[in-house]
Structure formats: C-alpha cells, structure tokens
C-alpha cells in the first residue's frame, strides 16, 4: 500500500445507512498501539467513540475488533490480533449497535422533549453501559413536568415519525431550528426527527422513532448545579422493567402480600422492629442486673472478669456496671464485635483507683482506643486476639493498685 492512499479520509459508510451490518473494504494503513495492531480502511461501517455515543465492536474477516477511534478523519480499528490480506470483510456486534441506536435516537427525542416542555437545554449526553445520562440546564423540576417530558417523548415514539439526515453547507442552518449550534464548520450533518427535533450529529440513529421503543426516566441527580437524568430506551427499558418486576416480586413473597402493599409492609416492619429493639433493650438491662447479682454471689468479690463472645459491647457496660454499682468490686469485661474487642474495666466510687491509668500499659502491647472516666473505661482494640491477654494486663495493674497482688 502506498502512503497518498493511507492520509486519505475513511469513507463513513454508517453515515448513509446506519443499518448497515457487512460491508467490504480495502486496508489502506497499518500500525501498532499500545501493543494492538490497528488498520485503517478506505471504507468503514464501524462507528468510532465519538458525541456521547461509544464505539462499535466486531470482526474484519475473522479477526475481533475491540475498539474504534477516529483521527483526522481516519478511523482505526483497533483487533485482537494481526490482520492478514488487505481485502477485508467487516461485520459489527449488531446487537450492541442496534442498542446504541435506540439510546442515541431517543436522546435526541428526549432532549427536545425537555425544551418544549421547559426551556431545558442539554448540556451534554453520555450513553453508559448500562444507563444513559442528559445533563439538562435547570437547577430543579416538578415531579409532574417530569412526567409531561417523558409522556411527550413517548408519543412521539408511538407517533412513529420519520429520522432523516442530510448535509446542510453551514450558511444554510438558518433555514432550521436547529436545537443547538453545531460544534463543526462547514458542510453539516443534520439528523432531523421529522418536523420535532433538529440536531447536528454524527452518530448512529434509528430509521423511524418506532424503533427506540420505551423512553424511560430512571432518576435525576445535581450536576454542576444543573439536573442529570439517567434513562433507558429499546430494549433496556425492557429489561430495566423485567428485573424492576422481578425484585418487587421476590419482596412481595416475602411479605406474601402483593406488590403493591410492599412499601406498606416494609414500613410496618421497620416500626416494629423499632419497638422491639427498644423492649430488648430494657430487658437487657433487667436481665444484668440478675446477671450481675449471681456473679457476685458466686465471687469472693474483689476483682470479676470476663470474656463474652455473646454479648454486644452495651450488654458487657451494662453488666459492669451493675457490678460496681451492687458491690464493692472492680469488673473487667470483654466482648467481639466483627473483628474488634471491645473492653470495659469499672470500679465502684469507693475504691479510689483510676483506671485510666492502665490505658498506656495496654497500649504498649496492641492497637487500642478509647478512655473514660477514673472509675470507668471503655476501649476498641482492632487485634481480637489479643482480649484475653489484655484482661491479664489490666488485671494485674488492678491488683497491684488495690495492694493485692
Ligand atoms: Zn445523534
């Protein structure tokens, strides 16, 4: 191949029949990137990433092509692996075209269904893996307005209205509404849906609006102080309804209710839950003071201490406290929470001993946080291995304090 050939333009065959799905074509460059061989044809049915829109995906003969980019009105082709022959056979991952297309259409639908209905310009589009997005000019919108918007958009889907494109010489766009002015110069590609929305665009586009199928929006966000709203079209606003149906199906059976009464169901659920923690709390606390009472029936008094692996860090304080309070005692406790030890030393008033003290002595050997009072302590240590060996610590710092050692 010679190099006049390989500085020549691409010829965009999608530009005139974006339903096009084989095509053949003659390689007029080669090169390597970022470790991918790359060709460039003398005609090309595959779209580059390029206006919101991603790129096409396919085969040249038998070969994968895994990403399309256009430079300088070239476009490369990125494959999988080398390329034999310059005559080539191109084929596109239709599905994954077909999909685009119906975003692609239905965002412009979309667009101009935000300025007829409230001024809303689009300030830009990206059509994402799973959803779409259009950023649109105004700080905030009725849930109502919304819902003309997307019932405006999908009348003119159900109107089945011609898409037309067609090169228009710059001088020319006056003649018309444009929805925005055009980002190239010169001869300008116009994708028209016939007498509602007038875009410039270079991308691929359903025939007629029929075939965008559902235009759903899914949710809104701030952006930048204006509003992002994600939608789907086609086939995904199938698919979006199917595991949206789904879902709520597998939460109704739970509830055995129907789908309907689900947010009811989940709302009184969430209020009993509320009632019942706050009665397992009071019985927690009814249930330690017995706990604290057998303990010390069972103890010598002095020192108790403990690891409960069953119980939360607030059951452990409780019973603590309980202990000082019922008894002249010192109480060293210690319960797990995932992969943290959370300990409690208490003391009772009387016994003059501060038990911060014996923080830097635990620190000198684990990870450990926390502090309190002279009479109490509450720490979280990340080494749960290491409770039982913090106990020790702090029983020997008691025991020494209180001159029993
Ligand atoms: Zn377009």
């Known amino acids: 191949m010679n190099n006049d050939q390989s500085d020549q333009a691409t010829e965009r065959l999608y530009f005139q029949d974006a339903y096009l799905q084989e095509f053949s074509a003659r390689v007029t460059g080669r090169e390597s990137r970022e470790g991918s061989p790359v060709v460039v044809l003398d005609r090309t049915a595959f779209y580059p990433e390029s206006g919101g ?15 399309v980019e256009e430079e300088d009105g070239r476009i490369l082709h990125f494959l999988e692996k080398d390329l034999t022959g310059d005559e080539v056979r191109g084929r596109l991952d239709w599905p994954r075209r077909f999909d685009h297309m119906q975003q692609h259409t239905g965002q412009h639908i979309l667009s101009q269904a935000f300025y007829e209905i409230i001024k809303g310009e689009t300030l830009s589009f990206h059509l994402g893996q799973e959803e779409s997005t259009v950023e649109i000019g105004i700080p905030t919108i009725k849930d109502e307005t ?17 898409v037309k494109t067609y090169f228009l010489p710059e001088e020319e766009l006056k003649t018309i509404p444009l929805r925005k002015p055009p980002k190239k110069s010169g001869l300008v590609r116009v994708v028209e849906v016939s007498g509602f929305d007038y875009s410039a665009c270079g991308g691929t586009h359903c025939r007629r609006t029929g075939e965008v199928g559902l235009i759903k929006i899914l949710k809104q966000d701030k952006i930048r102080g204006n509003l992002r709203f994600s939608f789907v079209c086609g086939f995904r606003a199938l698919r979006e309804f199917e595991n949206r149906r789904r879902y709520l199906q597998s939460a109704a059976v739970l509830f055995s209710a129907e789908e309907s009464e689900v947010a009811a169901c989940v709302e009184k659920n969430l209020a009993e839950l509320k009632n019942l923690k706050k009665k397992q709390k009071k019985l927690e606390e009814r249930l330690s003071f017995f706990e604290a009472r057998e303990m010390l029936a069972q103890s010598q008094g002095g020192i108790i201490s403990g690891l409960y692996p069953d119980k939360s860090p607030e059951e452990v304080k409780f019973l603590a406290l309980n202990l000082v309070h019922q008894a002249e005692v010192m109480a060293v406790l210690a319960a797990y929470r995932n992969e943290h030890f959370h300990l409690v030393v208490a003391v009772s008033d009387g016994l003059k001993v501060d038990v911060r003290e014996v923080i830097p002595v635990l620190q000198a050997e684990m990870q450990l946080k926390g502090g309190g009072s002279p009479t109490l302590i509450e720490l979280v240590s990340p080494e749960k291995d290491k409770a039982a060996r913090a106990i020790e610590l702090v029983l020997e710092f008691l025991k020494a304090r209180s001159g029993r050692a």
């Open 146 to 162: 919304l819902q003309r918007v997307e019932e405006l958009a999908n009348r003119i889907v159900f109107s089945d209205l011609e």
């Open 53 to 67: 829109q991603p790129h096409d995906l396919g085969w040249l003969n038998e070969v994968r092509v895994i990403r």
